[in-house]
Nanobody, 115 residues
Framework: QVQLVESGGGLVQPGGSLRLSCTAS????????MSWYRQAPGKERELVAI????????NYADSVKGRFTISRDNAKNTVYLQMNSLKPEDTAVYYC????????WGRGTQVTVSS
């Protein structure tokens, strides 16, 4: 079955960096767009970044453009989210999503940005 396992979250000070990883199994990873979403307490889940499975093209939420970078390694079945210049408002649970006709989500990893 499809499994998505996120890792790399934690507590970081404002201005710091984290790299999230999402390792996939149970499907042909290279055939699918992959996304990162986040959900802060009391807020709806929102799209952070998405990456194509064909040409590696990417799109980002305006709030993270220039600070976050999504990438993928199809040989490792893994999608990454490099987060730089983190702000307190980036605090959320970050989820990995497999796009397509059948959507799948990971369980999420907590990112807390606080001094």
């Amino acid at each position: 079955q499809v499994q998505l396992v996120e890792s790399g979250g934690g507590l970081v000070q404002p201005g710091g960096s984290l790299r999230l990883s999402c390792t996939a199994s149970g499907f042909t990873f290279s055939n699918y767009y992959m996304s990162w979403y986040r959900q802060a307490p009391g807020k709806e889940r929102e799209l952070v970044a998405i990456i194509s499975n064909t040409d590696g093209s990417t799109n980002y939420a305006d709030s993270v453009k220039g600070r976050f970078t999504i990438s993928r390694d199809n040989a490792k079945n893994t999608v990454y989210l490099q987060m730089n210049s983190l702000k307190p408002e980036d605090t959320a649970v970050y989820y990995c999503k497999k796009n397509g006709a059948n959507v799948n989500w990971g369980r999420g990893t907590q990112v807390t940005v606080s001094s």
